[in-house]
């Protein structure tokens, strides 16, 4: 029996948010679901095949969000966690590599805290990730991860995924947060936390 694990973040839609207005999310559910190498899209090992030997304690998952589904690879990478992103055909969806607020470039770094401290009296972050993806579909799955593994990351599109606690008015709420490196901010969900809930790194 495949051990199943779940990453679940229901996410409730606001009449309004916090800060500049950004176009609103429908609600989901994510469920990540361990699975077996050989149940992995062959198009995303042959694109792994590289980077593979260089990580360790990897995993192989596939997640479901509404109607999305996926395939993720998850592993330790040159000291970060890494969860990679597929689609059904092996094609990169993100990069995603998990990180601390104080190893980003300082003007990013400062962007990002300018907007939590201009919008709330209070944050607390919990986790942040930089997240790539290719800039458009002629740059291929293998030729994106070559990119990324050779320290080449401005020839991809790189934006920060951010999971803050905050105070509001009505009192302390919890956001998923999506913005790009100048700190405009692209989305914002609330995560509404389950006891299931757990961040599989």
């Known amino acids: ?22 176009r609103a999310q429908a609600p989901k559910e994510e469920v990540e679901t ?16 590289d980077l593979r030997p260089e990580t360790r304690r990897e995993r192989f998952y596939t997640e479901q969000s509404g109607d999305h589904h996926s395939f993720e690879y998850k592993a330790k990478w ?28 300082p003007d990013h770094r400062a962007a990002l805290k300018a907007y939590f ?13 930089r997240q790539y993806s290719a800039p458009d579909s002629s740059v291929t799955t ?16 790189l934006r920060y995924e951010l999971e ?15 913005f790009d490196p100048t700190g405009k901010l692209l989305s914002q969900r609330p995560i509404v936390r389950r006891s299931a809930d757990h961040v599989l790194y």
């Open 1 to 22: 029996m495949h051990h199943v694990c779940l990453h679940i973040g229901t996410i409730l839609l606001l009449g309004f948010l916090f800060g500049p207005q950004v």
């Open 34 to 49: 361990r699975i077996p190498i050989r149940a992995f899209p062959d198009a995303a090992l042959t694109a792994l095949a």
């Open 78 to 105: 040159q000291r970060h966690w890494l969860s990679i992103e597929f689609d059904d055909a092996g094609r990169l969806e993100d990069i995603e590599e998990l990180e601390k607020l104080r190893r980003l470039p």
């Open 117 to 129: 401290e201009t919008h709330y009296t209070g944050y607390h972050l919990r986790r942040l990730q």
């Open 142 to 157: 293998a030729e994106a991860l070559r990119l990324f593994q050779a320290g080449e990351r401005e020839a991809l599109v």
């Open 164 to 178: 803050v606690e905050v105070k509001t008015p009505e009192g302390l709420a919890e956001y998923e947060y999506l």
